[in-house]
């Protein structure tokens, strides 16, 4: 294994070093998943572009009717983020549950995305939050759905020159959302079922929701079923049983006879109760201010 | 294709040339001669590597040397001052929180981030701050006591 280091200073010459060389080229930007990688000699590249110094996709910010996060933040970063935890809670309540202290220390938002795995965090609580990926080229930058960047495990639909600059989660003051996940201990754990929810709220009622599943299956996805179920009902128990028995078919369809499938098409119920009820907490905690 | 790394590691400057494959965790013990820092499983499940890097807890298996060109960072080579062991140090030895002492330099720097970013920590925030490093002596309440311990001595100054 032996290969060229380069440092870029800004974005525009970290876009321009990936124009030249993308196609031999990996990102470096946490390190926490790439450099296990690199020591298992799973890469031919020949260049290592950091780009872990660029501040300046580094920062959080809010307009008007969006979150604007740049792809270089930790989620340590994020779950230590008053915006994020009071416009995007899913999002910070995903990042808290990463790896351990150290990881989130050093992994990033872009990272977790690039990476590409089936269980990865952050993406089912950014995909129920209807977040869009800043991507920026040689030749500008783009605006596209998440969704429209996964690609399978291990792997995004992004191309090799390519870099995921900042994402860009819509909020508005009626919608609240909740992330939970199994994992088979509390810290370090690879998620095994991942849930993201949100829900708009008007005059008591749910007017729209969203919810997304990680690890069941090679990519994150929408339930969009569950989410029609969400429309026009009151947030309280009685929705619960059918949110839950619509789930859990939805797993078993997605898994098939996979060995994974009996366990988690029961266990998909409590992860998305233990989503519900935080997200319930968040709203109540609301109300009271 | 040896590259330049300018460290500051334990209040000491060193300039070096290192392979850019070559991780923190190598350099602090190859180049350095750090042995203090030690490799567990490689892949960042254990903490037994961590290292206070710009004052933020890491496993220095995952960071290439490169990477923390010009930081500034802590090992537990760096914990004593003058001749003198640090708090938490005192407080493991006396709380019996090594046994085979592995995991022992990561517990005092996840202990020490903890500390110096939370003066007044509760039981639940010590074990999360070392819900990264795995202790298989299994003495972990040995080693929440001896952090407890640092902290009362401190509330009482």
């Given at each position: 294994?032996?290969?060229?280091?380069?440092?870029?200073?800004s974005?525009?010459e970290?876009?321009?070093?990936?124009?030249?060389?993308?196609?031999d080229?990996?990102?470096?930007?946490?390190?926490?998943d790439?450099?296990?990688?690199?020591?298992a000699?799973?890469?031919n590249?020949?260049?290592?572009?950091?780009i872990?110094?660029?501040?300046?996709?580094?920062?959080i910010?809010?307009?008007?009717?969006?979150?604007?996060?740049?792809?270089?933040?930790?989620?340590?970063d994020?779950?230590?983020?008053?915006?994020?935890?009071?416009?995007a809670?899913?999002?910070?309540?995903?990042?808290?549950?990463?790896?351990s202290?150290q990881?989130?220390?050093?992994?990033?938002?872009?990272?977790?995305?690039?990476?590409?795995?089936?269980?990865?965090d952050?993406i089912?609580?950014?995909?129920?939050?209807?977040?869009?990926?800043?991507?920026?080229?040689?030749?500008?930058v783009?605006?596209v759905?998440?969704?429209?960047l996964?690609g399978?495990?291990?792997?995004?639909?992004?191309?090799?020159?390519?870099?995921?600059?900042?994402f860009r989660?819509?909020f508005?003051?009626?919608?609240y959302?909740?992330?939970?996940?199994?994992g088979?201990?509390?810290?370090?754990?690879?998620?095994r079922?991942?849930?993201?929810?949100?829900?708009?709220?008007?005059?008591?009622?749910?007017?729209a929701?969203?919810?997304?599943?990680?690890?069941?299956?090679?990519k994150a996805y929408?339930?969009?079923?569950?989410e029609k179920?969400?429309?026009?009902?009151?947030?309280?128990?009685e929705?619960?049983?059918d949110?839950?028995?619509a789930?859990?078919a939805?797993v078993?369809e997605k898994?098939?006879?996979?060995?994974s499938?009996?366990?988690?098409r029961?266990?998909?119920?409590?992860?998305?109760?233990?989503?519900?009820?935080?997200?319930?907490a968040?709203m109540?905690?609301?109300?009271?201010? | 294709?040896?590259?330049n790394l300018?460290?500051?590691v334990?209040?000491?400057?060193?300039?070096?040339?290192?392979?850019p494959?070559?991780?923190?965790?190598?350099?602090l013990r190859?180049?350095?001669?750090l042995?203090?820092?030690k490799?567990?499983?490689?892949?960042g499940?254990?903490?037994?590597?961590?290292?206070?890097?710009?004052?933020?807890?890491?496993?220095s298996?995952?960071?290439?040397?490169?990477?923390?060109?010009?930081?500034?960072?802590?090992?537990v080579?760096?914990?004593?001052?003058?001749?003198?062991?640090?708090?938490?140090?005192?407080?493991?030895?006396?709380?019996?929180?090594?046994?085979c002492?592995?995991?022992?330099?990561?517990?005092?720097?996840?202990?020490?981030?903890?500390?110096d970013?939370?003066s007044?920590p509760?039981k639940?925030?010590?074990?999360?701050?070392?819900?990264?490093?795995i202790?298989?002596?299994?003495?972990?309440?040995?080693?929440?006591?001896?952090?407890?311990?640092?902290?009362?001595?401190?509330?009482?100054n």
């Amino acid at each position: 294994m032996s290969f060229s280091y380069q440092v870029p200073a800004s974005i525009s010459e970290a876009v321009s070093l990936l124009g030249e060389l993308g196609n031999d080229a990996k990102l470096l930007a946490g390190g926490t998943d790439l450099v296990i990688q690199l020591q298992a000699d799973k890469y031919n590249s020949n260049v290592l572009i950091d780009i872990s110094r660029l501040d300046e996709m580094r920062k959080i910010e809010r307009t008007n009717d969006s979150l604007i996060v740049g792809s270089l933040c930790t989620f340590d970063d994020l779950c230590k983020s008053s915006l994020i935890v009071k416009y995007a809670a899913a999002l910070a309540q995903a990042s808290a549950a990463v790896g351990s202290p150290q990881i989130r220390n050093q992994g990033t938002l872009g990272g977790n995305l690039a990476n590409g795995s089936p269980a990865a965090d952050s993406i089912p609580a950014l995909m129920a939050l209807e977040a869009q990926v800043g991507v920026a080229s040689a030749h500008g930058v783009r605006e596209v759905k998440l969704e429209k960047l996964l690609g399978g495990v291990g792997f995004t639909n992004l191309t090799p020159h390519e870099l995921i600059t900042y994402f860009r989660i819509p909020f508005d003051q009626s919608k609240y959302s909740a992330f939970a996940k199994l994992g088979r201990r509390n810290a370090l754990a690879i998620a095994r079922i991942s849930v993201g929810i949100t829900v708009a709220m008007s005059g008591g009622e749910i007017v729209a929701g969203t919810l997304a599943l990680g690890a069941v299956g090679p990519k994150a996805y929408r339930v969009e079923a569950v989410e029609k179920m969400l429309v026009g009902r009151r947030p309280a128990r009685e929705l619960w049983p059918d949110i839950e028995e619509a789930l859990s078919a939805q797993v078993a369809e997605k898994l098939g006879d996979r060995a994974s499938a009996p366990y988690k098409r029961q266990a998909v119920k409590g992860v998305v109760s233990a989503a519900w009820e935080r997200l319930v907490a968040g709203m109540s905690l609301n109300m009271e201010v | 294709m040896a590259a330049n790394l300018n460290l500051k590691v334990n209040g000491q400057e060193y300039q070096i040339k290192v392979d850019p494959a070559k991780r923190l965790l190598d350099v602090l013990r190859e180049d350095l001669g750090l042995t203090g820092t030690k490799e567990g499983c490689g892949e960042g499940e254990c903490g037994t590597c961590s290292v206070i890097l710009n004052g933020k807890l890491v496993n220095s298996c995952l960071v290439l040397a490169l990477q923390a060109d010009k930081a500034d960072i802590l090992t537990v080579e760096g914990l004593a001052e003058n001749g003198k062991l640090h708090p938490l140090q005192q407080a493991f030895m006396k709380e019996g929180a090594v046994q085979c002492g592995y995991c022992t330099p990561g517990m005092l720097l996840a202990a020490k981030a903890l500390l110096d970013s939370n003066s007044s920590p509760t039981k639940e925030e010590i074990k999360l701050a070392i819900s990264g490093n795995i202790c298989r002596c299994t003495g972990y309440d040995q080693i929440i006591r001896a952090v407890e311990s640092v902290v009362k001595a401190r509330e009482r100054n």
